[in-house]
């Protein structure tokens, strides 16, 4: 089982980005999917969930401002924020949930800052 995460990176105040976590080695369609994240010297946050049905769920801190999304045929779950903000600054993980079951990927940095 493997999930890659790709999209990270330094982005301006303002501005927006998309993640991308690419899952391999399960049944992508039977797994809710989503993102953490985790700022330094701060908990670990989830960020948003999306369902098997498509159904989603956010943050109060991304309400608004984040869309997360999931492609079946590809496997793929992906998250844009937009209108980031330094407080967005964080290593994002993605996961995979199935019951009890649960994978993750290994976090991607993502740096709000001019």
């Known amino acids: 089982v493997q999930f890659v995460e790709s999209g990270g990176g330094l982005v301006q105040p303002g501005g927006s980005l998309r993640l991308s976590c690419a899952a391999s080695g399960i049944l992508f369609s039977i797994y809710g999917m989503g993102w953490f994240r985790q700022a330094p010297g701060k908990q670990r946050e989830l960020v948003a969930h999306?369902?098997?049905?498509?159904?989603?769920t956010y943050a109060d801190s991304v309400k608004g401002r984040g869309t997360i999304s999931r492609d079946n045929a590809k496997n793929t779950v992906y998250l844009r924020i937009s209108n980031l903000k330094p407080e967005d600054t964080a290593i994002y993980y993605c996961?995979?949930?199935?019951?009890?079951?649960?994978?993750w990927g290994q976090g991607i940095q993502v740096t709000v800052s001019s």
């Open positions: 996961y995979g949930r199935w019951g009890t079951t649960e994978y």
């Open positions: 999306i369902a098997t049905g498509g159904s989603t």
